[in-house]
């Protein structure tokens, strides 16, 4: 159903799920009713758009329903050792290995949804699980994102090669990328007490990271 609206329905061959009071009243969603909840052919519950979304628009806004104390398969990392759950409908949008969101954290620390991508309405919202979470451990089945760039396993950040990291930019969670650099930055300072490292040398591998990671 549209978020924060009453029930409607669904697109043509697709059926709406009954959402209890309590989650409808949450304020997790598009403030515009932007969205609702529809059944898919191969993975559930998905989050839908009901209007159109131009690149940079904010889709769904978060709100951190309780803190968690680890990492699973419905805990959002918002920090690099904080685990969340979210609520409302942020919950129900499936992964993609090639999304149409990308995660901003709004100033609550919670993720809000913005287009990468033209949304047109009737379009399942999705993003990357990697975009939010530096390790994902927890999904031994094969993707079933579909998308010719899927990568057959559900991975976390740090499993993403370079290129991937370089084409989320700008739409992944920034503590990410800080995560990426610490390591960086510690790997440097092993190499150095093994090996004298060049000034030359470490901005290389400085500047690698920063490609990657922006």
Request: glycine content about 10%.
């Amino acid at each position: 159903m549209p978020c924060g609206r009453s029930p409607a329905w669904g697109t043509a061959g697709s059926s709406l799920i009954s959402v209890p009071a309590g989650l409808i009243l949450q304020r997790a969603g598009d403030v515009n009713g932007g969205c609702e909840i529809q059944r898919t052919d191969a993975k559930g519950a998905g989050v839908f758009a009901t209007r159109s979304f131009q690149v940079g628009e904010t889709v769904m806004v978060g709100v951190i329903d309780r803190e968690l104390d680890h990492n699973h398969s419905h805990a959002s990392q918002v920090s690099e050792r904080r685990f969340v759950l979210h609520g409302g409908l942020i919950t129900k949008v499936n992964h993609s290995c090639e999304p149409n969101c990308g995660v901003h954290l709004n100033a609550s620390g919670a993720h809000d949804f913005v287009a990468r991508q033209p949304i047109a309405a009737g379009q399942e919202i999705t993003f990357d699980y990697a975009m939010r979470n530096y390790s994902v451990e927890y999904f031994a089945a094969h993707c079933q994102c579909g998308s010719p760039r899927c990568r057959d396993r559900i991975t976390g950040w740090k499993d993403l090669p370079a290129e991937r990291k370089a084409d989320y930019r700008g739409f992944v969670a920034p503590y990410l990328t800080d995560i990426d650099n610490q390591r960086a930055t510690k790997q440097v300072g092993q190499v150095a007490r093994i090996e004298p490292v060049s000034p030359q040398q470490t901005g290389q591998i400085l500047n690698v990271v920063r490609v990657a990671t922006e």
